[in-house]
Nanobody, 127 residues
């Protein structure tokens, strides 16, 4: 198992940027695909981005592609999500999650494939 703690959320003006961090503990982190999901009020949890165990492959939701970068530093056991050009629709609780299955396949966008989750960090975009 992997224990995950997100940070970096807060109140941001529309058009601004932020970087979320996810600190992980546990020996399996370095072999896990790491994902970011978000859940807005009244909506289901949705995939945002993910990065493979080596950092060599990434995947993004269409809603954030082109203005977001997901990365990881395995030496620091940390995953990052850099987002820019934030808009009101980005307001949500952002969760970090770990997919501990074999990492030879494609990156999953399904929340059910991620078995370890952080507690979430709130991102609020204001106009």
């Amino acid at each position: 198992q992997v224990q995950l703690v997100e940070s970096g959320g807060g109140l941001v003006q529309a058009g601004g940027s932020l970087r979320l961090s996810c600190a992980a503990s546990g020996r399996t982190f370095r072999s896990a695909t790491m994902g970011w999901f978000r859940q807005a009020p009244g909506k289901e949890r949705a995939f945002v981005a993910a990065v493979s165990w080596s950092g060599g492959r990434t995947a993004y939701a269409d809603s954030v592609a082109g203005r977001s970068t997901v990365s990881r530093d395995n030496a620091k056991n940390t995953v990052y999500l850099q987002m820019s050009s934030l808009n009101l629709e980005d307001t949500a609780v952002y969760y970090c999650a770990a997919d501990l299955r074999s990492h030879s396949g494609p990156i999953s966008r399904l929340s059910g494939d991620y078995l370890s989750w952080g507690q979430g960090t709130q991102v609020t975009v204001s106009s």
